[in-house]
């Protein structure tokens, strides 16, 4: 079975800067394309980031530039850079994959990713 692990979150103060990572535990999905979504307290999980098998990106337009997406994908391993990090950032940030890579990789839709991580907390403090 296909797990997604995140890792790499923490706290940290307004201005700074954190890189999550997300490890896809399966080789052999050469079309998979992933994304990087979060879900605040009391709000709806929103996409952040996706990139595709061929490594375009699409980006949330609230992040603002703040934020990149990459991929390795030798190691199946997805990242996400984020500076300049605000309060409003606060929130658990879970990785998704789309593990045959279907015509909507890139989506930052939450039902086009049918795999999921178990999340990791990233909190801002101002």
């Known amino acids: 079975q296909v797990h997604l692990v995140e890792s790499g979150g923490g706290s940290v103060q307004a201005g700074g800067s954190l890189r999550l990572s997300c490890a896809l535990s399966e080789s052999g999905y050469d079309n998979y394309c992933m994304a990087w979504f979060r879900q605040a307290p009391g709000k709806e999980r929103e996409g952040v980031a996706a990139?595709?098998?061929?490594?375009?990106?699409n980006y949330a337009e609230y992040l603002q530039g703040r934020f990149a997406i990459s991929q390795d994908r030798v190691k199946n391993i997805l990242y996400l850079q984020m500076n300049s990090l605000k309060f409003e950032d606060t929130a658990m940030y879970y990785c998704a994959a789309d593990l045959f890579g279907s015509s909507a990789c890139g989506s930052l839709y939450t039902n086009h990713y049918n795999h999921w991580g178990q999340g990791t907390q990233v909190t801002v403090s101002s």
């Open positions: 990139i595709d098998s061929n490594g375009k990106r």
